[in-house]
């Protein structure tokens, strides 16, 4: 099976501080990407990256960075947390193929910025 | 521009009643469409998805859904919920990003409530 696993379930971090959320695959999966969850709104895609050292903006990419310095390992970066990055962070990851591909999803970063 | 309408935000069922959720999309091309599940505090689970094969199609823990292209309707139907079956579902549709990479587009989700 394949498994997405997040560093931390749940984060409490202060205004202005550096936060890393750090997701690791063990498939070999080409495509990682990375997502906030707030209620009635879905999922909405912050970076993704499809090849080491690549990526891309996802459609919410202001106020993050992200690093993949190697395959298995894709870290999101808030450089200066605010409260309104207070959300819940997914990561998942997919191999490249065609459309019909499958995303599998972590369990979640519950993160609160105070 | 692609995009996914859940149209309602919440559903409740009596247990071993029929569920309905309802998906509306909206792509330029054949999309593929899925529907994920995230039960509380749990990650994402892929329920099924749709990839221009068979127009219904079945997933898992006997839930279904069926393309329809002239109502860009694909809708998630069980026939007698469960009580495990209580959890937030998400209508997705995968849209080219460019660059021969693609990436999915998540509706607002529908949270499903069973009642004994």
């Known amino acids: 099976d394949v498994k997405v696993t997040q560093s931390s379930r749940y984060l409490v971090k202060r205004t202005g501080e550096k936060v890393f959320l750090e997701c690791v695959q063990d498939m070999d999966h080409e495509n990682m990407f990375w997502y906030r969850q707030d209620p009635g709104l879905g999922l909405r895609l912050i970076y993704f990256?499809?090849?080491?050292?690549?990526?891309e903006k996802g459609d919410i990419p202001e106020g993050y960075s992200v690093s993949r310095e190697k395959k298995e390992r894709f870290s999101l970066i808030l450089e200066s947390a605010s409260t309104n990055q207070t959300s819940m962070y997914l990561c998942a990851s997919s191999p490249r193929t065609d459309l019909g591909y499958t995303q599998y999803f972590g369990p979640g970063t519950r993160l609160t910025v105070l | 521009a692609q995009s996914v309408t859940q149209l309602d935000s919440h559903v409740s069922v009596s247990e071993g009643t029929p569920v309905l959720l309802r998906c509306n999309y909206s792509?330029?091309?054949?999309?593929?469409l899925f529907w994920y599940v995230q039960h509380p505090n749990k990650g994402l689970q892929l329920l099924l998805k749709?990839?221009?094969?068979?127009?219904l199609v079945k997933g898992i823990n006997g839930f279904e859904a069926e393309f329809k292209k002239s109502e860009t309707s694909f809708h998630l139907t069980k026939p007698s919920a469960h009580m495990s079956d209580a959890a937030e579902y998400f209508c997705v549709v995968s849209v080219a990003s460019g660059g021969g990479y693609n990436k999915l587009i998540f509706g607002a989700g529908t949270r499903l409530a069973v009642h004994p």
């Open positions: 792509s330029s091309y054949s999309p593929s």
């Open positions: 749709y990839t221009s094969a068979a127009t």
């Open positions: 990256s499809y090849d080491v050292k690549m990526k």
